[in-house]
Structure formats: structure tokens, C-alpha cells
């Protein structure tokens, strides 16, 4: 077989979409609403299968085919429509035809009921098509012996050789599987019926056990077992927040984020009263849910007397890499009239970033004041707020 003629120009970037079918009743799966509708981990079933496709980078646009009853549905969904047709092979007809002059060179045909698609699976069929293949499917391998029966009883077995159980995404040159649906009868089981009745040549790619396709109520909680175990492989993000005030008192310099600068008057604390350190140390606790520095460092104990609050932050910083997080940025805002923090602000990145073993490039130390307003405004100390976000692969 050949399809030379269905060849993107040497000189054509490469441009695939992706059309998704959802317009379907799938009344086999109960719930009292079509299967693509359904909830499940959190979103419906099309909405995960959109986000696969939505977000793979070397998609460039999705197309979901939806039945003209379903607006209900599909109101909310930010992705471009179109109404399918009363059978499958005129509903995916329908989508190719919406993507006509919009430059695809490749394109991607989807049933919406397999939620599972991963991007890996998406991407085997795109290298296939980039490579020159006029179609490409992937598919696994039939391991388990086939019976044939009827009544009930075993009559036969079948040969698995050679057998493969066909999946979505099936991929194609653009305008070769447009002109062989044009030129399609209709009835076909999938988009590599219509390909080949055409002339074109399919390769198989390894399909995913978890590209299951929802039939019966059963593949629901199959489908929910293989998206909550993508979510819980995720990163572990957490965000933390931290505040602190210090009242000034009679001294001659204040410490600042590691940084002693001269002031006339000092910041009153128990320890060496470093506003700044005290607000990151609280909000990478925060993160990790583990209070605050008093709950570690209590003040009523003497030892923490005109303590260097490098301690705490060190002692914040190693607990959260116990519990194997690791500090992507922290960001901390100083609020004062006075002292002025701009020129003081490289040294304290430096010093944060040093105590934390971290790039000073994700370390932000800045400064504002409050117009006058308030305590701060008043002269009266100094308050800080900060932000730390910690990452457990």
C-alpha cells in the first residue's frame, strides 16, 4: 500500500489536533447520564481525557464531537465543539471536517470513555506520523487462549498469534484519512477500518494497559484506581506562611535576615529577634504543618535567650529535608519606615541562601512601608511576612 499522495511538503511544519468523540449515549455503563458525563477522581470522564490532550505539548488543537443534548455538559468546557452524527464513524467525520484549512498536517482520533490516555501512549502515535507513517494505532498484544463457544459451551480455540486488542488515539495524515472517511460507506468499528478500506497503511504502536476503555459500571472504579494512582505520584507541593512583629527598644543596630545594620534603636526579643528570619522559619514550618518556632524553641526556656535565629531557621530547614522536602524559594517582605532595607538586601540574600543551602536566585528578601500607618508607620518595630514552598519528588 501506498499513500504517498496524502504526504505533508517537506517544507509543511508539522501540525497535529485531536479529535475527541464523546457523542455517544454509553448506556451500558449506568449512572442515568452517557459515561463521558460521569464523575470520577474528582472531574468527569471527558474532562480527564481532554486535560491528556490539552496539555501535551505536541498536540496544537483538540476538537471534542458532543451530541446536541449533552449542552448541558459541555457548556463549561474551554475547548472548541462541534455536534456529532448518528454514528460514530459520521461523528469523527464531523471533527475532521471542523480542523479543514486549518494547516493540520496530523491528526488524532480519540474515544472520550479512555480517560487513562497517558502522554507517552499520545506520543508514540505523533512519532510514528512525524516518521512517515500515513496511520498509526496503538495496540496490545492478545496473551491470554481464546475459546470460541456457543450456548454457552467451549466449541473451539483460536490462534492468539498475531491478535492485538486495538486503543485510541488512532493517528493519521490529515488529509488522507479525511478523504477516506469521505469516501467511507459507514459501519466501520474504528478509524483503522476506515484507513485501511482505504489503502492506508496502519503501524502499531505498544499501547497502555491503563488506555482502558469505560464499557460497564465495573471500569469506573478500574479507571478511578489508575488516575488516583497518577495523583498520588504527583510532587508533593506544599506552601507556607509566615508572620512576625518585633517592638523596638533602645540599642544601636537591629538584625535583619543574618544582617546586622546600624539603626538607633534595637528590635526587643527573646532571641536576637531577627523579624525576618523568624517570619521564613515560620513559614517553612508552616509547609511541613509543624507549628511555629515557639512550639520548637519555646521562649520560656533560657538556652534560646539572644539566640542567633540562624539556629531555628537551620533547625526548620533540616527538618523539612528529614521529611524529604526540599525548599524551592522562600520570599520574605519587611515592613518599616526605617531602617532602609534596599541596600542591605544583597547581604541578606546571601546570608539566607547560606543557611538554607540554597541559589540566592531563590531567595527573595524585600522591603515596604506602611505610609505612615499603624505601628510600623509609627516607628514603633517592625513586622515581616514570608512565603516558602517546599517539593517532595
Known amino acids: 500500500m501506498t499513500n504517498a499522495s496524502f504526504n505533508s511538503p517537506a517544507d509543511t511544519p508539522p501540525r497535529t489536533a485531536a479529535v475527541v468523540v464523546a457523542a455517544g449515549r454509553g448506556t451500558r455503563a449506568g449512572g442515568g447520564i452517557p459515561k463521558q458525563w460521569r464523575q470520577v477522581a474528582g472531574k468527569s470522564v471527558a474532562e480527564w481525557t481532554l486535560t491528556a490532550f490539552l496539555t501535551h505539548p505536541e498536540v496544537d488543537e483538540v476538537v471534542l464531537v458532543t451530541h446536541p443534548d449533552d449542552t448541558q455538559f459541555t457548556a463549561e468546557l474551554s475547548v472548541t465543539q462541534v455536534h456529532g452524527g448518528a454514528t460514530r464513524d459520521a461523528s469523527v467525520l464531523a471533527g475532521l471536517e471542523a480542523l479543514s484549512g486549518r494547516g493540520i498536517t496530523h491528526v488524532l482520533i480519540h474515544d472520550v470513555a479512555r480517560a487513562g490516555i497517558d502522554a507517552a501512549t499520545i506520543s508514540s502515535v505523533i512519532a510514528a506520523l512525524t516518521s512517515g507513517a500515513s496511520g498509526a494505532a496503538p495496540a496490545l498484544a492478545v496473551t491470554d487462549a481464546l475459546w470460541r463457544g456457543e450456548d454457552g459451551l467451549v466449541t473451539g480455540t483460536q490462534d ?174 519587611l515592613i518599616c519606615e526605617r531602617p532602609k532595607v534596599g541596600p542591605h538586601a544583597p547581604a541578606m540574600i546571601a546570608r539566607m541562601a547560606e543557611i538554607m543551602g540554597m541559589e540566592e536566585t531563590r531567595v527573595s528578601i524585600k522591603a515596604t512601608t506602611s505610609e505612615k500607618l499603624g505601628f510600623t508607620g509609627r516607628e514603633e518595630g517592625i513586622a515581616a511576612i514570608a512565603t516558602a514552598t517546599l517539593v517532595k519528588p
Not at 255 to 267: D, F, Q, S, Y
Not at 311 to 322: R, T, Y
Open 160 to 333: 492468539r498469534d498475531g491478535l492485538f486488542r486495538a486503543q485510541t488515539p488512532q493517528g493519521f495524515a490529515y488529509e488522507a484519512i479525511l478523504a477516506a472517511h469521505h469516501a467511507h460507506t459507514g459501519g466501520a468499528a474504528d478509524d483503522v477500518e476506515v484507513a485501511r478500506a482505504a489503502g492506508l497503511d496502519v503501524a502499531i504502536v505498544p499501547g497502555n494497559e491503563r488506555n482502558l476503555k469505560i464499557t460497564t459500571p465495573d471500569d469506573f472504579a478500574r479507571l478511578e484506581q489508575h488516575l488516583r494512582g497518577d495523583m498520588n505520584s504527583l510532587p508533593d507541593i506544599r506552601l507556607g506562611n509566615g508572620y512576625d512583629v518585633h517592638a523596638f527598644e533602645e540599642g544601636d543596630h537591629v538584625i535583619l535576615c543574618g544582617v546586622r545594620i546600624p539603626h538607633h534603636k534595637a528590635l526587643k526579643g527573646h532571641s536576637d529577634a531577627d523579624v525576618g528570619m523568624h517570619a521564613v522559619t515560620d513559614a517553612i514550618y508552616g509547609a511541613l504543618a509543624e507549628g511555629d518556632i515557639g512550639r520548637h524553641f519555646p521562649p520560656s526556656e533560657a538556652e534560646w535567650k539572644d539566640m542567633d535565629s540562624a539556629v531555628f531557621l537551620k533547625h526548620a530547614v533540616d527538618l523539612a529535608a528529614a521529611k524529604g522536602f526540599t525548599i524551592s524559594n522562600v520570599d520574605c517582605t
